[in-house]
């Protein structure tokens, strides 16, 4: 065998071994400052379990009509927190911290069997129903924020007898968010498993705290609580390798194939000054979809009810106004 040939062969097996074993000679250390969820639940907050999972929901207002709200990532319900008061004026709110995150259970690898990975989109939208049957709710307006807004469009699709509006707030519909399919694999390495909840830890940090000032038009308007709201998700146990379960089990929606099918009516609300989800997507959702109106807000970013708290209710009241019957229980 030729030298030259010999030194590339050498090179190549010693960049596999590396590759191979590399990930395992990282060091874990343990999560700091983290507690179990339940020393963190409000007075407001309650757990429901939903197939051995426990789910944290917030509720406010009462009354027949019926509004459910789904947190976009790495978010929880706290998200909703300055809207949730003037919206259970409207009836009865449940907002829902989506399975990894905020105060809801995080199932770690081996807790679950083949084909039943909780992380799933699909899983996702049964929990989120499981819910609104424990509570006795048979129809609410979905409310999705980003990622959220995905689980509540998959709702409109699968089960449109379980949705009477929705309001999708900087969604994601048109894909390329989501691991290339050839990448996928390798997600689900054990190297990666390794990596992936160091990786997720930077969210915990300096990262995430850029990844959210970057959802805001005017990064100076966010305040301390809108900071401990957001940070939430990180006080909890595991909350690292759940996130990179979340992460792992990401797919393509694919809803934008399935719009025209989307019968219920319908908000798309936008940020104009959005750099997550460009305002010319919404736009083209809310065309695509048979029964939407655009509620463009101007000098808002991705996270419209956050940081224009006020001007997000007057859009959504407007809305709502104009439908012909309120949800129904």
Same mark, same amino acid.
């Given at each position: 065998?030729?030298?030259?040939?010999?030194?590339?062969?050498?090179?190549?097996?010693?960049?596999?071994?590396?590759?191979?074993? %590399?990930?395992?000679?990282?060091?874990?250390?343990?999560?700091?400052?983290?507690? =179990?969820?339940?020393?963190? $639940?409000? +007075?407001?907050?309650?757990?429901?379990?939903?197939?051995?999972?426990?789910?944290?929901?917030?509720?406010?207002?009462?009354?027949?009509?019926?509004?459910?709200?789904?947190? %976009?990532?790495?978010?929880?319900?706290?998200?909703?927190?300055?809207?949730? =008061?003037?919206?259970?004026?409207?009836?009865?709110?449940?907002?829902?911290?989506?399975?990894?995150?905020?105060?809801?259970?995080?199932?770690?690898?081996?807790?679950? *069997?083949?084909?039943?990975?909780?992380?799933?989109?699909?899983?996702?939208?049964?929990?989120?129903?499981?819910?609104?049957?424990?509570?006795?709710?048979?129809?609410?307006?979905?409310?999705?924020? *980003?990622?959220?807004?995905?689980?509540?469009?998959?709702?409109?699709?699968?089960?449109?007898?379980?949705?009477?509006?929705?309001?999708?707030?900087?969604?994601?519909?048109? %894909?390329?968010?989501?691991?290339?399919?050839?990448?996928?694999?390798?997600?689900?390495?054990?190297?990666?498993?390794?990596? %992936?909840?160091?990786?997720?830890?930077?969210?915990?940090?300096?990262?995430?705290?850029?990844?959210?000032?970057?959802?805001?038009?005017?990064?100076?308007?966010?305040?301390?609580?809108?900071?401990?709201?957001?940070?939430?998700?990180?006080?909890?146990?595991?909350?690292?390798? $759940?996130?990179? +379960?979340? @992460?792992?089990?990401?797919?393509?929606?694919?809803?934008?194939?399935?719009?025209?099918?989307?019968?219920?009516?319908?908000?798309?609300?936008?940020?104009?000054?959005?750099?997550?989800? =460009? =305002?010319?997507? *919404?736009?083209?959702?809310?065309?695509?979809?048979?029964?939407?109106?655009?509620?463009?807000?101007?000098?808002?970013?991705?996270?419209?009810?956050?940081?224009?708290?006020?001007?997000?209710?007057?859009?959504? *009241?407007?809305?709502? @106004?104009?439908?012909?019957?309120?949800?129904?229980?």
């Amino acid at each position: 065998m030729p030298f030259r040939i010999r030194i590339f062969l050498s090179i190549f097996l010693a960049l596999f071994v590396l590759l191979a074993i %590399g990930p395992f000679l990282i060091p874990l250390p343990e999560l700091e400052n983290t507690v =179990p969820a339940e020393s963190l $639940a409000a +007075e407001a907050g309650s757990f429901i379990e939903v197939d051995g999972v426990r789910l944290h929901v917030r509720e406010a207002g009462n009354g027949p009509a019926a509004y459910l709200l789904l947190h %976009g990532y790495p978010a929880n319900v706290e998200s909703w927190r300055k809207i949730l =008061p003037e919206l259970a004026l409207y009836g009865r709110v449940v907002a829902v911290d989506r399975i990894g995150f905020g105060l809801s259970d995080r199932p770690l690898p081996g807790s679950w *069997s083949r084909g039943d990975n909780p992380y799933l989109a699909e899983a996702q939208l049964e929990r989120a129903l499981a819910v609104l049957d424990r509570l006795g709710i048979d129809q609410a307006v979905w409310i999705g924020s *980003s990622s959220g807004a995905i689980v509540a469009l998959q709702a409109a699709l699968e089960r449109p007898e379980r949705v009477a509006a929705l309001v999708l707030v900087g969604a994601p519909a048109y %894909g390329g968010r989501s691991p290339p399919r050839w990448l996928r694999p390798l997600l689900h390495t054990p190297q990666m498993d390794r990596v %992936g909840p160091l990786l997720m830890r930077q969210l915990g940090g300096p990262p995430g705290m850029n990844l959210f000032a970057s959802q805001w038009t005017v990064p100076e308007r966010i305040g301390s609580d809108d900071i401990s709201s957001f940070r939430r998700t990180f006080e909890v146990e595991d909350w690292d390798r $759940a996130l990179w +379960e979340v @992460s792992k089990a990401s797919r393509p929606a694919d809803v934008d194939r399935q719009l025209a099918d989307v019968d219920v009516p319908t908000l798309v609300v936008a940020g104009a000054q959005d750099e997550i989800v =460009p =305002p010319d997507e *919404s736009e083209r959702l809310a065309r695509e979809l048979p029964r939407a109106t655009l509620g463009l807000m101007e000098d808002c970013g991705h996270l419209p009810h956050e940081e224009c708290p006020s001007a997000f209710m007057d859009v959504v *009241s407007d809305w709502l @106004s104009t439908l012909a019957e309120p949800a129904g229980r």
